[in-house]
């Protein structure tokens, strides 16, 4: 089976941008804004907090699998796979993107995921002494608008993480359809 197309990385690097440009695009623009609109808060919470670690885990892994199966160049003769990602005429259109895409995948599982559900079980604990929900209307205590203020933070930096994995996908889409 010399030259058969099961044993290039061509296929996988083509499913595994699909697959993140495609969850990233659904999950930012469609299914958070409209669940959001949808549910209670208490519910759109718990949804995020089961779907943010495998969300993240692909937005880290993803980009992982498009340096190991990069392809390489014919007429460069250049091989496939992460070395030819550091050649010098992939640095800009493919290695920044994808090193981009995977450090802030990374970040968002590694230390935003964490220090957000943090937060999210300081903000429980809080709700309790308060004996009022983070989430409803009127006064809050002073430790509750610290928690809620630590969190919107937190919760701002991930989604401009997560923008930038977006706009780094898009803008890889660019150099591999280009390469096509």
């Not at 999950?27 to 718990?46: D, G, Q, T, W």
């Not at 559900?117 to 009022?132: C, E």
């Not at 706009?167 to 280009?178: K, M, N, Q």
């Amino acid at each position: 089976m010399t030259g058969s197309i099961i044993a290039s990385p061509a296929p996988y690097h083509i499913l595994a941008y699909g697959t993140l440009v495609g969850t990233s695009f659904f999950h930012s623009f469609v299914n958070s804004p409209i669940l959001f609109k949808a549910v209670e808060r208490p519910i759109f919470s718990a949804f995020q907090a089961k779907i943010f670690p495998i969300y993240f885990g692909l937005q880290t892994a993803l980009p992982a699998i498009l340096a190991l199966t990069f392809p390489g160049s014919t007429l460069l003769a250049t091989p496939n796979g992460i070395s030819t990602l550091f050649h010098e005429s992939n640095r800009w259109g493919s290695l920044a993107p994808i090193a981009t895409m995977f450090v802030s995948g990374i970040l968002n599982l590694l230390v935003l995921l964490p220090a957000s559900r943090k937060v999210m079980k300081q903000r429980q604990g809080q709700a309790k002494r308060d004996g009022k929900q983070w989430h409803e209307e009127g006064p809050h205590s002073d430790e509750m608008r610290v928690l809620s203020k630590r969190f919107g933070m937190l919760h701002g930096i991930s989604s401009l993480l997560n923008l930038v994995t977006f706009i780094g996908s898009v803008t890889y889409g660019f150099t591999l359809g280009a390469r096509l």
